[in-house]
């Protein structure tokens, strides 16, 4: 087992390498950086032998957002055997499962993905715990855990890209490192030997404004003024009359509201040799724009599905018929409407910093381009700006006004994102 350890250290840059020596100096540990630059790898590297040499009292576990990104971040790494050689045969979990066995020890998994989660905790001993994505688990769980850690030669080991420099992780943890215990390594794309010249340039252009400087330079900064500052009618929007050909009409993404608005975008995928996004055209109903009259869900649905029939491509331009309908996934009286009309709607992928990020980066690389016939989605692209009250709060949140288009663009692009994201992205310039 040792030997297969070993083995991986060839394959290691030194920082690498120092961080698994260093991490025994303290009981935190805590791996920060730009994303693929080796932390979630080494850390785990240095977690199995953590795992070796954890105190028999006490319980290991590994906690994360959701026990679904456990699998996606970790175990998928950890029972790889490209990654981890012949240790995978000392690795045995079963995906969506609570226990692991790992090098003969159990670990129980935890998923902590908001304020309530901590009393999962309450009452354990912890020998070692393992942390993925520090930054989007809830400060009291955070807390929780390190007054388990209550047995000599206990530790925790975590990772995380950087938040907000008032994030409560920046400012109560790594910046009180030496009295809290902990020692923080950050790392570049530089410090996984793993990554081509190529790739890097590929993975410094897939990301713009504070995505890059948190995600790319691994800086701890705060997300302040327009969410699309990369936002460029030149390179962006086209007239409708106008459209490319259309492959594929991926989805309409509808947010709804009763007193707000409720809006509706179609999405496409280019039928061009390298592959672009588009949002083809928009249905929205506002009460503001009719002197204050709201419409009942029975109006709304058949108002949306009469837009959703009509013609939405300019003579000589084919548009498929969408395959599917994401909804606001709050929106329970709608989705019930829209199924006693005999329309199927999903439930939309609300992740709204992931579905924000998904945005900025297709702008950034002029993937995205956008129809005049979007109007409510032109008027509120450039209006669209990060709550600074939240930032100084270390919180990343934008100001809800006027972005019911953006909504459910967002929801339409996040929700499909395993359908386009290969061929948008297959010939990267």
């Known amino acids: 087992m040792l030997d297969a350890m070993a083995g991986l250290t060839s ?6 390498l120092l961080s698994v020596a260093d991490c025994t100096k303290a009981k935190i540990a805590l791996w920060s950086g730009a994303v693929r630059s080796g932390k979630t790898f ?5 977690f199995l032998f953590a795992v070796l040499r ?5 319980v290991i576990i590994i906690v994360g957002r959701t026990l679904d990104t456990i699998n996606g971040n970790l175990f998928s790494l950890l029972t790889n055997p490209e990654i981890f050689g012949a240790l995978t045969k000392y690795i045995k979990y079963t995906p ?12 129980h998994l935890y998923g902590a993905n908001d304020a309530s989660s901590e009393t999962k905790i309450r009452g354990l001993t912890v020998s070692l715990a393992y942390v993925d994505e520090a930054t989007i688990i809830p400060e009291a769980f955070w807390d929780m855990l390190v007054t388990r850690l209550s047995v000599d030669g206990a530790r925790l080991l975590a990772t995380t890209n950087p938040g907000s420099k008032n994030h409560w992780l920046r400012k109560s943890w790594i910046l009180k490192a030496r009295e809290k215990n902990l020692i923080h390594f950050a790392f570049t794309m530089d410090d996984n030997p793993s990554l081509s010249d190529q790739f890097k340039a590929e993975m410094k252009a897939s990301y713009a404004g504070v995505f890059y400087l948190r995600f790319i330079e691994g800086q701890w900064t705060n997300a302040a003024g327009a969410v699309y500052s990369m936002w460029d009618e030149d390179r962006h929007l086209i007239p409708h009359t106008e459209l490319p050909p259309i492959r594929r009409t991926l989805a309409v993404g509808m947010d709804y509201g009763t007193t707000n608005t409720t809006a509706a975008l179609m999405l496409g995928l280019t039928d061009e040799a390298q592959p672009r996004l588009i ?5 929205h ?3 503001a724009e009719h002197h204050g009259e709201t419409l009942p869900d029975v109006e709304l649905s058949k108002r949306f599905r009469a837009w959703l029939a009509g013609k939405h491509a300019p003579d000589g331009v084919y548009i498929p018929a969408p395959e599917y309908v994401f909804l606001d996934p709050s929106a329970a009286s709608m989705r019930a409407q829209l199924h006693s009309d005999q329309l199927t709607p999903w439930a939309a992928d609300n992740s709204v910093l992931e579905g924000i990020a998904n945005i900025s980066n297709l702008l950034a690389q002029g993937k995205l381009i956008v129809s005049d016939r979007c109007e409510t989605f032109l008027a509120e692209v450039t209006e669209y700006e990060w709550d600074e009250k939240a930032s100084e709060d270390g919180e990343d949140a934008v100001v809800k006004r006027d972005d019911h288009a953006l909504d459910a663009a967002r929801y339409a692009i996040r929700s499909t994102i395993g359908q386009w994201q290969n061929e948008v992205y297959s010939l990267a310039a």
């Open 11 to 16: 394959i290691m840059s030194r920082a690498q």
């Open 42 to 46: 080494i850390s785990l590297f240095a």
């Open 54 to 58: 954890a105190p028999k009292t006490g």
């Open 96 to 107: 969506g499962a609570k226990t692991a066995t790992i090098l003969g020890r159990t670990v």
């Open 279 to 283: 949002l083809i055209d928009e249905w």
């Open 285 to 287: 109903y506002s009460s």
